[in-house]
C-alpha cells in the first residue's frame, strides 16, 4: 500500500514562496513503486471543488500545469528519494487552500481526481494579502 505524506505548508505573504515536499513509501495494488507512476498535486480552495494543479509523469520527463498557475509553479520528482516536490513563487491569495499529493498508478495522465488512487492527509497553504 502507497502512503504519501505532505509537507511543507504554512502562512506567507502575497508574493512569496513555498516549497511543498511529498514523500511516497510502500507499492501500489499494480506493485508499481514510486519510479512508476505519474503522480499529481490537487488543491481544494475554500468552497471549491479539489482541482489539479500540477502533474509529472513517472519519468519526470513531462508535466501539466493547470493555467492558474503556469509561470508561477513547478513540480519536479526525485525518483531516488521516493519524493515528489511543489514550487511555488509569486503566491496568490487565490493560491490558498489545502494541498495533497497523489499517485496515478495506471499512468491515465488525467486531471479527474477519480484517476488518481492513492491521497496524502494535504498540507495547508495560506496566502495572505
Known amino acids: 500500500q502507497v502512503q504519501l505524506v505532505e509537507s511543507g505548508g504554512g502562512l506567507v505573504q502575497a508574493g512569496g514562496s513555498l516549497r511543498l515536499s511529498c514523500a511516497a513509501s510502500?507499492?501500489?495494488?499494480?506493485?508499481?513503486?514510486?519510479?512508476?507512476?505519474?503522480m499529481g498535486w490537487f488543491r481544494r480552495a475554500p468552497g471549491k471543488e479539489r482541482e489539479l494543479v500540477a502533474a509529472?509523469?513517472?519519468?519526470?520527463?513531462?508535466?501539466y500545469y493547470a493555467d492558474s498557475v503556469k509561470g508561477r509553479f513547478a513540480i519536479s520528482r526525485d525518483n531516488a528519494e521516493n519524493t515528489m516536490y511543489l514550487q511555488m513563487n509569486t503566491l496568490k491569495p487565490e493560491d490558498t487552500g489545502e494541498y495533497y499529493c497523489?499517485?496515478?498508478?495506471?499512468?491515465?495522465?488525467?486531471?479527474?481526481?477519480?484517476?488518481?488512487?492513492?491521497w496524502g492527509q494535504g498540507t495547508q497553504v495560506t496566502v495572505s494579502s
Open positions: 509529472i509523469t513517472w519519468s519526470g520527463t513531462s508535466t
Open positions: 497523489a499517485v496515478d498508478q495506471w499512468r491515465l495522465w488525467n486531471m479527474d481526481p477519480k484517476t488518481y488512487e492513492y
Open positions: 510502500g507499492r501500489t495494488s499494480s506493485g508499481r513503486t514510486f519510479s512508476g507512476y505519474n
